[in-house]
């Protein structure tokens, strides 16, 4: 099994920024691709930022320029730097990893618990 901690998230004023992280643990042979997904109150849960084993990044529109997606091969961690957040961006954090079990050749999609950010205004 593949297990997700994600850390980093609280209250911040609008402007500021945070900084998320996600370890991923357990019988794991590799991982493809890392995300950030998020949801906000009565919302679906939208894709933030995606990032390949070979590092190439992908970002939702609204927070391009803003938010920064990075990862470490070595250590099974993801990362997303926000950076000038606004009210609108108060939701639920979830990291997504697509994993390989050790014992299988098939990927597997796992989340961690979500963690909250909180934007004031």
């Known amino acids: 099994q593949v297990q997700l901690v994600e850390s980093g998230g609280g209250l911040v004023q609008a402007g500021g920024s945070l900084r998320l992280s996600c370890a991923a643990s357990g019988s794991i042979f590799s991982i493809n691709d890392m995300a950030w997904y998020r949801q906000a109150p009565g919302k679906q849960r939208e894709v933030v930022a995606t990032?390949?084993?070979?590092?190439?990044?992908n970002y939702a529109d609204s927070v391009k320029g803003r938010f920064t997606i990075s990862r470490d091969n070595a250590k099974n961690t993801v990362s997303l730097q926000m950076n000038s957040l606004k009210p609108e961006e108060t939701a639920i954090y979830y990291c997504n990893v697509v994993a390989v079990p050790v014992g299988t050749t098939a990927a597997f999609s796992y989340w961690g618990q979500g963690t909250q950010v909180t934007v004031s205004s």
């Open positions: 990032i390949t084993r070979s590092l190439r990044t």
